[in-house]
């Protein structure tokens, strides 16, 4: 068991003003923002070290929020229950709050801020530092066993990491144990498990920001690909996004379709469009004007790597002149590098993907405080609520100001 500061156990008590069960980031940005308001809190994380999601987030560059960041891209049963929190801990708030402890904002592309200079190691080390100057303790290799209520207290029991059992008693619970993903860095149902067990309603999860795979007759064509990448526009009925795409051997990755993987269901089929914001029909009428002894694979080429060139030959008359395509072949061209239609068979599953849709219902918290409504002094934040964000920083910022809401309330 690591224990980064000294307990303070008296006959089998550890009694603080809060108990937070997860030190990922929402349970972590809790654990210090009670500390400025002169809180004790204790924390047990399950895994060997806090943090552990945030040092794998973005290679261990950690995109740490996103300027652009509203209500709008998030998915939700409730899409505006987040609203209150961004208001209660904005995203000049989470920029203000790094830049104190030496990590600055470096804006990447759509909004997204990484540490200058910096990597994900620095955001932990901000809070353990934070943690330990506050005396707020984190419990590594703390298996939660039993959280029960006397009265107005919450009584948690948990094995350290020598099997030895620990009881904590206090009046405040927070239960930040994140979603599904990524079992391997100690990913778990624990709080969909016990809001389960207490009534509380869930919104059905599954992966999300995930890679989409093909299989069947597709499946070699997407395969040979891998690698490849490609600036689209992916979009369902819901919505689009402009990002790039990669090629696998499973079948499709990369920004784009992490994006809408958020927004797919089995059985349902995705558009591509290959060359947005410019027509290829209008590009090839142009050229048929100039020299229509230009080959559609020379002009495609200009957009597209050779590799992905020559395979679009597979629905394409690449290897003819421009000037000899015939009008159904225009079509065929058009529809193909714009509407481009994938059926993807499933996805990647919790080991590959970033975060869960669904979780908790919010219907069961209030959005000003997070507080269970049926189970006062109970909070739940971060990732296992039904708040889902975009890629791009939006998930972290979700969870900053998840724990900030919290904090407020201990």
């Known amino acids: 068991m690591l224990i980064l500061h000294k307990n303070t156990i008296i006959n089998g008590l550890m009694d603080a003003d809060a108990i937070i069960i997860g030190a990922g980031a929402c349970g972590l940005m809790c654990a210090v923002q009670a500390g400025f308001l002169g809180k004790r809190v204790i924390l047990l994380e399950k895994g060997p070290k806090p943090g552990a999601k945030i040092l794998i987030s973005g290679g261990g560059r950690c995109n740490y929020t996103n300027l652009g960041n509203s209500d709008e891209q998030f998915i939700s049963a409730n899409r505006y229950f987040c609203k209150s929190a961004f208001t209660q801990w904005t995203v000049e708030d989470t920029l203000s709050f790094f830049e104190t402890y030496g990590i600055s904002g470096q804006e990447k592309t759509l909004g997204q801020i990484f540490p200058a200079g910096k990597n994900a190691r620095d955001i932990v080390e901000v809070f353990t530092s934070l943690c330990h100057d506050f005396g707020q303790e984190i419990v590594c290799n703390a298996n939660v066993t039993a959280i029960q209520q006397e009265g107005d207290t919450f009584v ?85 996004f402009e990002e790039n795409i990669l090629f696998t051997h499973w079948g499709l990755s990369g920004p784009a379709i992490l994006q809408i993987s958020s927004y797919w269901r089995p059985g349902t089929q995705i558009n591509i469009d290959l060359l947005p914001g410019q027509n290829i029909t209008e590009l090839i009428e142009q050229e048929r004007s100039n020299s229509g002894k230009t080959l559609l694979s020379t002009l495609l080429h200009r957009f597209y790597a050779r590799k992905f060139t020559d395979a679009l030959q597979k629905f394409l008359p690449v290897a003819k002149p421009v000037a000899a395509l015939t009008r159904a072949e225009l079509e065929m061209i058009h529809q193909t590098i714009h509407e481009f239609k994938v059926k993807p068979a499933g996805d990647k599953g919790y080991d590959k993907a970033e975060v869960m849709r669904g979780g908790i219902d919010t219907n069961e918290l209030s959005s000003k405080t997070l507080e269970c409504k049926n189970m006062p002094g109970l909070y739940f934040g971060g990732e296992c609520l039904d708040v889902t964000g975009w890629l791009g920083g939006y998930n972290f910022q979700w969870a900053w100001a998840s724990g900030f809401v919290i904090a407020q309330q201990i």
């Open 156 to 240: 948690v029991s948990f094995e350290d990491g020598h099997a030895k059992t620990q009881v904590l008693r206090s009046k405040k619970l927070v239960i930040a144990t994140g979603g599904l993903p990524i079992p391997k860095m100690g990913a778990s149902d624990f709080a969909l498990r016990f809001a389960r067990r207490h009534g509380l309603k869930i919104v059905d999860t599954a992966p999300a920001l995930v890679p989409l795979t093909i299989t069947g007759k597709d499946e070699e064509w997407y395969a040979q690909l891998s690698g490849n990448s490609v600036f689209c526009e992916v979009s369902n009925e819901l919505i689009s």
